[in-house]
């Protein structure tokens, strides 16, 4: 201990140096010693594990002296590992390629995925549920051609061997290392039934930094696992090292509390097995038929029941519902047996299980996988706790997580074959799998109920239990299900009977589960959902394992695995009808969806039909027990039935959830299929009247099937008596036409399920996958012969790509089906099987008839069309019998002569399917009916209707006489029999007074006597029930029923013909010569009428005498009695399609009417503001005739002008927008980063510069100069639109009252002052009022004087001098106010306060006019940034513009500009210079070069008294002109190399003196050139730069186009200003005319130029004064600065007032571009990976979606982003989801997807993983809804976001 405690003492390096060095000599026996004794004192459990002086001595110690990161790297170096093996944990985006894929559960990192080639492959991403671990290089679960190129390249083969000192510490220091962790977790365990259930984590926590120790070994490559290999499976030194050495007191200690969690980790616990031993019985005589034999003994005993079962049930026969005891014979004792560990992998897998599988543990456990060896003994030590998992498992309290857990190690270990061959063969893996699986499912039995509930021995699931109700089965039986896909370890699953027998028990156990009771009188209370629970076991338990099974026996070799298992299940089925003691009858309203040994029987006895080449009959039982097996599946088919006509409404709405879920598309082949299979193989090969009669019976419509008008029925009332036969008839017509089982290929299946969900709806491809029942081999989703999906796809249906509704509402890619398939495949029987809502099938019948009219094939209502069947399988020809039976022929005449007679409860469909039926035995004729039928007719003849059994020959029998039972009151009872002397009667021989009797019930007992007596002799012993035929009788009525007689002299045939005059309302509706002049080809869509015609023709080609009967019957048919009224409501069911097919035309014809009417109103509506009409009004000169402008209120319907007490108003939405500020001057879109390289500049934006300008000159000059020089509102910006309607404010008011009481408001606050328009719905936030008087100033601008500019711009200056009256209180006055305070509410302080002192009237001004500003600029984007297209937009049509002037003019007539400072005498007046000191202590204001022109141009309309005159307004253009041309020759004259400069400066001088001087533009530049150079000259600035720039050399042409060009963003703000104000049309005009047609239509150029001289931009010229005196005062202000650098001014001088339109960024084509760089990237200002990472579209910001993380109080990233970037707009793509929300405001809305599938769909939230495409169309309507601000009227569902997003 001494040297120990020395060594602990010395720096770790140098000691660990010198023990490496000791260790490597040869005799290292002290140094051995040494090691082992420093490593007690190290790793000394007694210390609290979370002391890291430990792990650092490991760390130093394994590196042997260097530092541990170059010994990790030295030993990675050594790396010989071929695969890649990552392992991951839940929600890693992980890929899976099923074309490179073995196994189905195969999976790749993202770095092999995008290394490998996977081009063209069916691949998806996915988000990992439970975890995984990458396969790539393993050729056993993939193609090695799908491996990356770093595993493809086998790089471990040529790694040189490692040197053996490299690793000679590790291997001494580890063992110790990891004995440590097993002793802390010990210690640390406590048995989880005490309260400490969190000590566990606790301590797994302080274990935190070793168990990582390990993690980080396992990354260090093939080198050191194998070490860690060897440790691990090492069974010496666990031996030695495990129970510790004798004198240590501790490790005894703590040895023996690992003893004692040992002890029950059996499946049996210590005390059962004492238990059980006493008890061991012999097997008695009994054993095969009672109690389930399992591996040859009984079950007396009862483990774990002993306390708290015995007391509930001690009764109740004890020895049969007690649990399955495992006795010692099992073939395996080590299952039962507590486990015993040789290893430290075995113990640390045990604590790992004790544990609940904590995530480090097992990513520990997982990455040591590569190593062969280690995998191999890993697998067989997890198999060999496989018992214990599961018992762990079942006590957890996290059982989801620890199912993850456990599928996540299970997953990678039995996905391999090879591996699950080898421990199937070894450690008997199926005998566990199976074992424990039962052993789980004992927990939880009850006694079934199903049948004879007292004395029932049955046992099933308890459905309510946590064990099924959280499928916490699951993960046993996804590991069950994965190692039966394995072929080699299936067939030892087939071959061994003895696992066959205890599966089938197993099974047993869900059969007849969840069994529902029919209430009867009260509601259920309590509706229980238990249903999910049974459903998803059956699925998966029981199904699935199934599927598995049956992939293996395709061929003929495995047909004796096949017979095997038909004959358990065979056995199994009777041990449990003799255990539910079923006799032939079924017990009355019960029902179970669930029987899963049926379905077992079924799904193997069809492949061993269709794909094994068996006989059937030879895998058949006898009749009697096929008469038991048709029952329970024909009773399921009769409760759906019951269950569609209400009478299941009292137990609640969970019964038609099992309705549903039983044919639902995941289901349907695992459930109804088998069944109906079942039901067929039972109807071919027993009686068909014994068959059809049981059906009619179980539809309990036995009493509704007699000739008579009236009847009683004892089971159902009469409403639901129709939808009842209807559901018997079409499910006999199902029965006798699918052939799903009976024949069909794969092919043809697929295809049929395709047509019949495409006929429904049009489909998504997604959706079509997931409608599209699987071929459920486990897990793998493939769909019947996948390969030919697509191929199939193609034929039957053709692609809609994605496209815009114009409401904005986004398609998806669609297919729908070819008009082809809708002539000759459309199914409507298929499509009944298929839908889980009745209403698909209203809407599949819809589809066709809208098809057959457009196509105009047949243009009524059409009936569902017939079609033919592929050929039945030679085996199942039985079934046709059913179609030649007399029973069913007896109930077809009957119901046919019913119909005829308008009895109740007929109704069209049975009409039909009786067709159907007819058609369908004419077109399945029996071949071998000669033989048959002889005896036949001599057995019955007495009381048979037909001859024979025959449907041809039966067609055309008469029937004369029908006896029947009716009630006293029906309307038969009161004529006589009359007595038959007519001459066609007496033909028909003696028989003739025997008039038919018939009772189905009757029949029915008959036949199954016979048949009992036919196949078992000893039928005495059965005991019969007594007949039941008085069971349809309630007791306590009797039956006042009497019998009469009724002539009915009609055949089958002759009825037919009488429906056809029926059905299409005319006598003689087929002459007697109509067969000759049929053509065949229209027969086969239409309605009734053409259905009989087709059955009628059918008839007539196939027999002769059948043919004469036609022509008989229509030669001398009569017109039909009109049958009595049996009631005043048993109106004719036909006459009710025609009532609701007028009805329906009526309804059209008024909503046309309405529709016609709003469009008008609408029309009107809109018009009134619009500027449009008035303009056209000629007023003629008088000023007088001001008629006042109408307005109508949508609310309260009244018309009338605007008053000043009672104004009206617009309805206006405002809000703040920052669209204009984003616009660049490139008009290329930004590219959105993908990558670290790339980046986006903001500088470059519209509201940047302006802000940057803006903030310059305030460093200047005078502030309130200042705010009169620009605009704001580029950002954040206030947008007015309308929707055009108006209302009076009043009414308004009370508007919203009411809406503020109305409770059920969605989407927006009405606090907020939000609502929607009354009329149209369209969203507004506020109400803008209307001026008194006319709409636009007509009369001013009708009168254009010819006065003198000289005298205008005097007028003007006297009109601005006017001070502003402030107007009298009134309403209308406030309500501007009002509106005024709206406006500055929408938007942000931060966009308003731009002055030096917020809130003075400088900013409120200048606030006001940039409003104005803001609305004409965005005017302009929306026409597109010029004027060329003219008119009045659509916009302008709703524009409000008029409206905001008005009220914006009101406001700022309350600003008056000191006239000392007032720019209008700036350009037009010489002013003199002031003397110079007196401005010393105030700042200058800004120059006129500086100022921006359209801002000036608002000021001076809106401060100018309105209503202002047209030739005044044109006067303030001209000059306002004039100031603009200066800045375009200023800002152009920067841009020349002081040569260029000098050249055009002297030759502008020459021209100086000509007669248009002030009309050249070379004069005044040359003049502007020399006025800017005086001084503080403005182009000493930048002479190196513009020389390096300006290569070109600029010619006269360039400078007009550049000058043209500089001024055009005026002129178009200055022209949609005058359109509004007075009312101009916009001409349109080509691009390069702009110019020219703008100043014609601003009147700067007297009339429209002739296109071949040009237009110079200086004609346009009008000068008040001196041009030159003027040039030079504006110079001298920005040479005379004394403040201001030359670079700065030079910076304000150039200004470019030309914007490319609003872009949002530029995506890429591929998503997984997006998605790889940002899933990953961390956030910007929280440092952290977002999990839902999201993405601004207009300016590239990534955010936190929901992060807590990124809150600035209380409002989380999306919500700030997007009022900082967009004034509360905001675009964001959710990286996660692929999907983009927008924000707006308090709300958002989920806006849907810009990337599709290749098939045209979205994926959200990225669930199929497919790759994902830009879809170019729906990212412009994006751009388009963003730039004209209308997110709030196209999406609609948008919803409050409480600032959380």
Request: proline share 4%; with cysteine; net charge negative.
């Amino acid at each position: 201990m001494m040297a120990a405690t020395l060594l602990l003492r010395r720096d770790k390096k140098t000691t660990a140096a010198h023990l490496k060095a000791d260790l490597n000599r040869t005799d290292n026996s002290s140094a051995v010693r040494q090691l082992q004794e420093l490593l007690d004192a190290v790793l000394n459990p007694e210390k609290p594990a979370a002391d890291t002086e430990a792990l650092d001595w490991c760390k130093c110690l394994i590196a042997g002296g260097d530092g541990f990161d170059e010994f990790c790297k030295t030993v990675r170096s050594y790396d010989n590992a071929t695969l890649c093996g990552l392992v991951w944990t839940a929600n890693f985006v992980a890929y899976r390629c099923r074309t490179c894929g073995i196994s189905p559960c195969m999976s790749l990192c993202a770095e092999c995925f995008n290394n490998g080639d996977h081009t063209g492959h069916d691949f998806n991403m996915f988000r990992s549920q439970a975890g995984g671990a990458c396969d790539c290089g393993d050729s056993n679960v993939m193609r090695e051609t799908g491996f990356c190129r770093r595993h493809r390249l086998r790089t471990g083969e040529n790694v040189p061997s490692i040197p053996r000192d490299l690793l000679l510490m590790s291997e001494m220091v580890l063992p110790r290392f990891i004995l440590c962790i097993i002793q802390y977790l010990r210690d640390g365990y406590i048995e989880p039934d005490t309260s400490t259930e969190r000590d566990l984590q606790k301590v797994l926590q302080q274990l935190e930094p070793q168990i990582s120790f390990l993690e980080e070994l396992t990354k260090m490559g093939g080198a050191m696992r194998t070490v860690l290999t060897k440790i691990l499976t090492n069974q010496q030194s666990f031996k030695e090292l495990s129970m510790g050495q004798e004198e240590n007191l501790y490790a005894k200690k703590n040895y023996d509390k690992y003893l004692s969690a040992l002890k029950n980790s059996g499946l049996v616990t210590v005390e059962e097995k004492a238990q059980g031993a006493a008890a061991d019985v012999t097997v008695g005589a009994e054993g095969g038929a009672g109690a389930m034999v399992l591996l040859g003994t009984t079950a007396p005993g009862s483990p774990d029941e002993s306390s708290k079962e015995e007391d509930q049930d001690a009764g109740q026969s004890v020895g049969q519902r007690k649990r399955v005891k495992l006795s010692s014979s099992t073939k395996d004792p080590s299952i039962i047996e507590s486990l015993k560990h040789k290893c430290f992998l075995e113990e640390l897998l045990f604590w790992t299980i004790k544990y609940e599988f904590p995530q480090k543990m097992v990513t520990f456990l997982l990455n040591m996988l590569p190593d062969q060896d280690y995998k191999i003994t890993f697998t067989k030590t997890f198999v060999q706790h496989y018992a214990f998992i599961m018992k762990t498992l079942m006590k957890s309290h996290e059982s989801d997580t620890m199912s993850n857990r456990i599928v996540h190690i299970s997953v990678q270990l039995f996905s391999n074959e090879e591996l699950a061959r080898h421990v199937t063969e070894e450690c008997q893996l199926l005998d566990i799998m199976v074992t424990v699986l039962l052993y789980m499912m004992e927990s939880c039995l009850i006694k079934s109920e199903l049948q004879d509930e007292e004395n029932s021995r049955h046992v099933v699931v308890n459905c309510s239990e946590a064990l099924l109700k959280n499928n916490t089965y699951w993960p046993l039986v996804s590991d069950f299900i994965n190692i039966l896909s394995h072929q080699s370890v299936a067939k030892k699953f087939l071959e061994d009977h003895s696992l066959l027998m205890l599966w089938m028990s197993f099974v047993s156990f869900f059969q007849g589960m969840n069994l529902n009771k029919r209430e009867l009188n009260e509601h259920v209370e309590f509706e229980s959902q238990t249903y999910y629970a049974a459903f998803a076991a059956e699925l998966e338990a029981c199904a699935q394992p199934m599927w598995g099974l049956l992939t293996h026996c395709k061929v003929k070799e495995t047909q004796e695995y096949t017979k095997t298992v038909v004959r358990y299940c065979l056995e199994t089925l009777q041990i449990w009808f003799d255990a539910i003691g079923f006799v032939d009858e079924p017990a009355p309203n019960q029902v179970t969806f669930h029987l899963p040994l049926h379905r077992y029987y079924a799904m193997f006895l069809s492949k061993a039909i269709k794909c094994q080449g068996l006989d059937l009959d030879s895998l058949l039982p006898d009749q009697e027990m096929l008469m038991k097996i048709m029952v329970h599946p024909l009773q399921i088919q009769a409760c759906l039935s019951e269950i569609h006509s209400n009478m299941w409404v009292r137990n609640g709405l969970q019964i038609k959830g099992q309705a549903m879920t039983y044919v639902q598309s995941h289901f349907c082949n695992s459930m109804i299929d088998p069944d109906i299979y079942l039901l067929q193989v039972c109807a071919s090969r027993l009686d068909p009247d014994y068959f059809i009669s049981s059906v009619f019976e179980r539809f309990k419509v036995v009493d509704l099937l007699t000739m008579a008008s009236q009847h009683q029925n004892a089971v159902l009332d009469s409403e639901q008596e129709r939808p009842m036969l209807e559901g018997a008839l079409t499910f006999l017509v199902i029965l006798t036409s699918l052939r799903i089982h009976l024949g069909m290929t794969d092919d043809e299946i697929l295809r049929s399920e395709m047509v019949s969900q495409l006929c429904m709806n049009d489909r998504t491809h997604s959706a079509l996958l997931d409608l599209i029942p699987e071929n459920p081999n486990p897990k793998s989703g493939i769909v019947p012969g996948s390969c030919s999906f697509e191929e199939m796809l193609s034929a039957v249906a053709d692609f809609k790509a994605p496209v815009f509704e114009p409401g904005g509402s986004m398609q998806q890619g669609m297919y729908t089906p070819k008009a082809e398939v809708w002539e000759k495949e459309f199914d409507p029987i298929m499509v009944v099987l298929r839908t889980v809502y009745r209403r698909d099938v209203q809407s599949a019948m819809d589809r066709y008839s809208a098809f057959l009219k457009q196509s105009s094939i047949h243009t009524g209502n059409p009936w569902p069309p017939y079609k033919e069947r592929t050929p039945l399988h030679p085996c199942y020809k039985g079934l046709i019998k059913l179609l030649h039976c007399k029973t069913l022929h007896i109930v077809i005449f009957t119901l046919l002569y019913k119909i005829w007679m308008d009895h109740q409860n007929m109704s069209e469909h049975v009409l039909c399917m009786v067709l159907y039926l007819i058609e369908l035995g004419l077109d399945n004729q029996v071949q071998d009916n000669k033989e048959d039928e002889e005896p036949c007719i001599e057995e019955h003849c007495h009381d048979s209707w037909f001859p024979g059994t025959n449907l041809l020959s039966n067609l055309h029998h008469v029937i004369n006489f029908v006896r029947v039972r009716v009630p006293e009151t029906a309307p038969e009872v009161k004529r006589e029999a009359p007595p038959s002397t007519s001459t066609e009667a007496s033909s028909y021989g003696q028989n003739l007074r025997e008039a038919q009797v018939f009772s189905l019930v009757a029949e029915r007992r008959r036949k199954f006597q016979e048949i009992i007596n036919r196949s078992n002799t000893e039928a005495t012993q059965v005991v019969r029930p007594k007949s039941s035929s008085t069971r349809w009788v309630p007791p306590g009525t009797p039956p006042q029923l009497v019998t009469e007689i009724l002539e009915i002299r009609e055949s089958m045939l002759s009825l037919l013909i009488k429906l056809h005059q029926k059905l299409s309302s005319k006598q003689n509706s087929l002459s007697a010569s109509w067969l000759e002049d049929m053509d065949m080809s229209r027969h086969a869509h239409g309605d009734g009428i053409t259905a009989i015609e087709r059955i009628l023709t059918k008839a007539a080609t196939r027999s002769c005498q059948i043919k004469r009967s036609i022509q008989d019957i229509c030669g001398k048919v009569c017109p039909p009695v009109p049958p009595k009224k049996n009631s005043p409501t048993d109106k004719k069911t036909m006459d009710k399609e025609e009532r609701r097919q007028r009805a329906r035309e009526r309804q059209q014809k008024l909503l046309a009417e309405f529709a016609s009417r709003q469009k008008s109103f609408m029309e009107t509506a809109m018009d009134v503001e619009s500027p449009d009409t008035e303009a056209a009004m000629d007023l003629g000169a008088s000023e007088v005739m001001e008629s006042e402008v109408l307005y109508d209120c949508v609310i309260c319907g009244q018309s009338g002008p605007s008053t000043e007490d009672r104004p009206t108003g617009l309805v206006v939405l405002l809000q703040a927008s920052s669209v204009l500020g984003h616009r660049c001057k490139n008009t290329e879109a930004k590219k959105l980063p993908t990558s670290d390289e790339e980046h986006i500049y903001p500088a470059d934006t519209c509201g940047v510069a302006h802000d940057v300008r803006l903030t310059l000159m305030q460093r200047f000059f005078k502030d309130s100069s200042c705010l009169q020089s620009v605009s704001i509102g580029w950002d954040g910006g206030v947008y007015v639109q309308t929707c055009g309607h108006t209302l009076h404010i009043d009414c308004h008011k009370s508007y919203m009252e009411s809406l503020r009481n109305d409770q059920v408001l969605q989407g927006f606050s009405v606090d907020k002052g939000e609502f929607t328009c009354p009329l149209c719905r369209q969203f507004a936030n506020s109400v803008l009022p209307c001026r008194p008087g006319r709409g636009t100033e007509a009369g001013a601008w009708h009168t254009p004087t010819n006065k003198k500019m000289c005298v205008l711009v005097k007028e003007v200056e006297d009109l601005q001098e006017k001070l502003g009256l402030f107007p009298t209180q009134s309403n209308l006055s406030k309500e501007m106010e009002l509106v005024i305070k709206d406006i500055k509410n929408t938007t942000q302080k931060k966009y308003m306060d731009y002055g030096k002192n917020p809130g003075s009237p400088d900013n409120d001004f200048l606030f006001m006019y940039s409003v104005a500003r803001t609305n004409l600029e965005l005017e302009l984007v929306h026409r597109g940034g010029n004027l060329c297209s003219g008119g009045a937009s659509a916009s302008a049509k709703r524009s409000c513009l008029n409206q905001l002037f008005h009220v914006l003019a009101m406001h700022m007539r309350l600003y008056s500009i000191d006239s000392a400072y007032n720019p209008w005498t700036k350009l037009t007046q010489i002013t003199q210079s002031k003397d110079a000191d007196s401005f010393d202590e105030e700042r200058p204001e800004v120059p006129m070069l500086f100022r921006d022109v359209p801002s000036l141009l608002i000021i001076f309309v809106l401060t100018m008294p309105q209503p202002l005159r047209k030739e005044h307004f044109t006067c303030v253009v001209k000059m306002l002109y004039n100031l603009q041309f200066t800045q375009a020759l200023a800002a152009l004259s920067t841009k020349f190399s002081p040569e260029e400069r000098q050249a055009w400066s002297t030759s502008g001088v020459l021209k100086k003196n000509a007669a248009n001087a002030e009309k050249s533009f070379e004069v005044l530049l040359s003049h502007v050139i020399s006025e800017l150079s005086k001084d503080k000259s403005v182009y000493k600035v930048n002479t190196e730069e513009t020389s390096m720039l300006s290569s070109s050399v600029w010619s006269p042409q360039s400078i007009e186009f550049s000058l043209q060009q500089f001024c055009l963003p005026f002129l178009r703000l200055s022209c949609l200003l005058q359109h509004h104000l007075y009312g101009d049309n916009l001409t349109g005009c080509l691009e390069e005319e702009e110019f020219s047609s703008l100043a014609v239509c601003l009147g700067l150029l007297p009339s429209a130029p002739q296109p071949s001289n040009t237009v110079h931009s200086a004609s346009c010229l009008e000068w008040a004064v001196s041009a030159f005196d003027l040039l030079t005062q504006w110079g001298a202000e920005v040479t005379g600065l004394s403040q201001m650098q030359a670079e700065q001014s030079l910076s304000l001088l150039v200004q470019d007032p030309q914007w490319a339109a609003p872009r949002l960024l530029q995506l890429p084509d591929n998503y997984n571009i997006i998605f790889q760089y940002y899933h990953r990237k961390a956030c910007t200002a929280c440092k952290k990976v977002p999990k839902d990472p999201a993405l601004c579209l207009v300016c590239g910001a990534f955010v936190c979606l929901k992060g807590v993380c990124c809150k600035q109080q209380g409002i989380c990233e999306c919500v700030l982003h997007s009022q900082h970037c967009g004034a509360a707009t905001g675009i964001f793509l959710l990286i996660n989801a692929s999907v983009i929300i927008i924000i707006r405001g308090h709300r958002f809305c989920l806006w849907g997807s810009v990337y599709l599938d290749a098939h045209g769909e979205e994926d959200r939230d990225l669930r199929r993983g497919k790759p994902l495409f830009l879809c170019e169309e729906r990212y412009r309507v994006l751009e388009q809804q963003w730039v004209s601000h209308t997110f709030d009227h196209i999406n609609k569902r948008w919803g409050p976001h409480y600032n959380g997003l």
